[in-house]
């Protein structure tokens, strides 16, 4: 009998991969993340697209464990810095900066900038150990705010306001930010084309030879 296939969420993120072991719950996977196994080395997210980080991250769990993975890369891209900080965002005021000071960064740098289009977007990236990998996108437009508002969230969310809701992403629930979120999106697009992607995976994947050790 064929057993349950394993996919790894290459994160550490605790929160990251009980959300996709939920949205996933009803498929025939087992997910794991990171922390199931043993230390491997960390891959350096220095691509110029969130497409290439995230394939970065999803090809090598997947080469390295030997199992199909998956993995993200977000951001926010600001029209007006042409994109930026786009794929830096994490690192935008430095290394250790904190959310609070990588929202007045972008505050400051924007000044009285009447453009203050944005968009968050994540590309999710599914690999498997030869280096084939599906690639999923979501974007979700907003404006940047001129002060942060709301509590919530994370990251830039208090100074990203969504035209739908008329309030910041830091203003919103967890549920409701989920509904319109590039990430929201990303996930439910993989979701829905979920049933393709186990019978893409199973296409993929080496098929282990069977041996016996007697001559
Ligand atoms: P990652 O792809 O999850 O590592 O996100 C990269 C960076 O983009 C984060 O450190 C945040 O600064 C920013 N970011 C990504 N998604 C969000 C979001 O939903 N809200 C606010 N900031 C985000």
Redesign the pocket.
Known sequence: MQGKMSLVVASR?KG?TAEIRDLLKDFPILIKNLDDFGPIPEVP?DGDT?DE?AYKKAGFAARILGYPALA?????VVESLGGR?GVH??R?AGAHAT?EE?CLKLLEELGDNTNRKAA?E?VISIAVPTGAALTYEGRCEGRITTRPEGTN?????PI?YSLEYQKT?AQLTMEE?SRI???GKALREVVSEFQKVLIWIRQQMPIPEKFDCKR
């Open positions: 993120n990251k997210e969130f980080n993200d890369d977000s951001g926010l900080p965002s994490a935008y959310d990588r968050f994540c969230g994370f990251g830039y969310d990203f992403f930010k979120s590039h990430r």
